[in-house]
């Protein structure tokens, strides 16, 4: 299984950012997709997650509003949206796939996901 994510770069303030993760070795469409992300200095976060379907969704209070998590089946792709962006938004973003559908809270867990991408850094200028 690779999780390959990329899109990431500096920008500044209030601006548009889509991240991409493309993903193969796996059944796509079978597994519930996170995005998580990892500041410097301070422990990995959720950021959104999308159950299999592409319709249940969960995102962090910190971002709901300004991403959107997304997912194209047919190209195997997972995508997050980031807009209105803010230096805290300043972190390496990991996606990362849960083979058994995680409903609520628990979506936000990392521990609940089997497979890691190796990290996107995106950097936030005010």
């Known amino acids: 299984v690779q999780l390959q994510a990329s899109g990431g770069g500096l920008m500044q303030a209030g601006a548009s950012l889509r991240l991409s993760c493309a993903a193969s070795?796996?059944?796509?469409?079978?597994?519930?997709m996170g995005w998580f992300r990892q500041a410097p200095g301070k422990e990995r976060e959720f950021v959104a997650a999308?159950?299999?379907?592409?319709?249940?969704?969960y995102y962090a209070d910190s971002v709901k509003g300004r991403f959107t998590i997304s997912r194209d089946s047919d190209k195997n792709t997972l995508y997050l949206q980031m807009n209105s962006l803010k230096p805290e938004d300043t972190a390496v973003y990991y996606c990362?796939?849960?083979?058994?559908?995680?409903?609520?809270?628990?979506?936000?867990?990392?521990?609940?996901?089997?497979?890691w991408g190796q990290g996107t850094l995106v950097t936030v200028s005010s």
């Open positions: 990362a796939a849960a083979l058994f559908t995680i409903r609520g809270s628990d979506s936000s867990l990392a521990s609940r996901y089997n497979y």
């Open positions: 070795g796996l059944t796509f469409s079978r597994y519930q």
């Open positions: 999308v159950a299999w379907n592409g319709f249940t969704t």
